[in-house]
C-alpha cells in the first residue's frame, strides 16, 4: 500500500468511495473540487493499492490553519478495514501537521463512531469537548448523536 498526496486525478475515485464510507451525507464532487483547490492551506491523502491497478482505497484530508491542524475526513474502503490503513493515513496527516509547524491536532466525530473513536484515542487523541446532539438523524432530525471533539498534541520535528 502506498500513501501519495491526491490530485484532481483522484478526484472521481475519492467520490466514488466516499459515497459508499458516508452514505448519509457523502460529500459531492464539488465539494471535493472545493477541498482540493485550497491547497496548501488543505492537503489531501490517498492510499493506494499498487498490486490491484493502483486502485485507491482510503483517504485523508488536513487543514493547516496555524498552530492547530484539523482533520477533514478520513476513511477506509470498507472491504480494506481493520488492517491498518487508516492507522497510516493518520500518521501522515501528523507528519505533515507537524512538518507545517502545527502544535496539536484536531478532529470531531460521531459519539456513536466507535471504529473511529477507536482510531483516534489508540493515536493519542483525548476528548476536549463534546456538542451534545450535534448530528441530527432521520426524518425531520427526530433523533440526535452528539459530537466529540478531540485533541491531541503534535511533537514538532
Ligand atoms: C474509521 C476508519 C477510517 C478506520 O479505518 P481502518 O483502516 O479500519 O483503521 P485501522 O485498521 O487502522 O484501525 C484503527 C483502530 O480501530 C480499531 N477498530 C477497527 N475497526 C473497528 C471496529 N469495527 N470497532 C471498534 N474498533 C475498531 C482497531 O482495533 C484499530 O486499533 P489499533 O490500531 O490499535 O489496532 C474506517 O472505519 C472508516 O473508513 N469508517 C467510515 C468513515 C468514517 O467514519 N471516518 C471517520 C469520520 S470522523
Sequence with gaps: MRVREAGWRDLAAMAELEARCFPADAWTDATFWSELAQRPRRTYWVAVDETDGSRLVGYAGLDLAGEVADVMT????P???????????????????????????????????????QLYSRRGYAVVHTRPGYYRLGPGGAAAVDALVMRKELVRP
Design 74 to 77: 478520513i476513511a477506509v474502503d
Design 79 to 117: 472491504a480494506r478495514r481493520g488492517a491498518g490503513l487508516g492507522g497510516q493515513l493518520l500518521e501522515v496527516l501528523h507528519e505533515e501537521g507537524a512538518r507545517a509547524g502545527a502544535g496539536a491536532m484536531m478532529l470531531e466525530v460521531r459519539a456513536d463512531n466507535e471504529p473511529a473513536r
